[in-house]
């Protein structure tokens, strides 16, 4: 039987999943208007299909299509840019063979190791890394806090440096304490020791 006349067929709205197709062409032109490159473009493209397919809950059914995948691929875009401009070029990987990473563990055993050690200092020494290495005062301004004179505090420091080295098996020139907190590190620091 036919319907009558006048009468429209209703018809369902089509899947937006569908009709990204049609609009290919003119994503991938506008792409390469974007990178003016062939290849950047189709991976541009391809990119701005994945992220509107996995995003399809987002697009308003009735609303423009093109423009919102032209969104997409324009956000995606400048996004990229913006990363690509933190990135360092390193095509021979001359950068990249230079960078390397210790683990955090052997940092907090040598921190360990060194509290421990830091415990066994008398009290004077204790006093004067802490005034002169960790906190960073002058001689002069330890000495003063201390009712010493500023010989004393450098003789002071100079040997608890010494004796926390000795305690640590410390040779000169050996590294330590790459990840220490700088407290830690500002107290080895003036004892010939390297701490980092």
């Known amino acids: ?62 609303s423009n299509l093109r423009a919102w995948l032209f969104t997409i691929l324009r956000n995606t875009f400048y996004s990229d840019r913006r990363k690509m401009r933190r990135e360092v070029a390193d095509p021979e990987g001359v950068h990249a063979a230079t960078l390397c990473e210790k683990p955090s563990h052997d940092g907090r055993l040598a921190l360990a190791d060194f509290r421990r050690a830091f415990d066994q200092l008398s009290p004077e020494h204790r006093e004067v890394l802490i005034l002169v290495g960790a906190s960073g005062f002058a001689y002069e301004e330890a000495a003063e806090m201390m009712g010493v004179a500023v010989g004393t505090v450098k003789s002071r420091a100079n040997r608890a440096r010494a004796r926390l080295a000795e305690m640590l098996g410390l040779e000169e020139g050996e590294e330590l304490l790459s990840s220490a907190d700088a407290a830690t590190l500002a107290v080895l620091g003036r004892s010939g020791v390297r701490a980092a």
């Open 1 to 62: 039987m036919a319907p009558a006349t006048g009468a429209e067929i209703p018809t369902t709205p089509r899947d937006p999943r569908e009709e990204i197709a049609d609009h290919l062409g003119a994503l991938r032109a506008f792409a390469i208007s974007l990178t003016r490159n062939v290849s950047a473009a189709d991976d541009l493209v391809q990119d701005t299909i994945v992220k509107a397919w996995t995003h399809i809950d987002k697009f308003q059914p009735g």
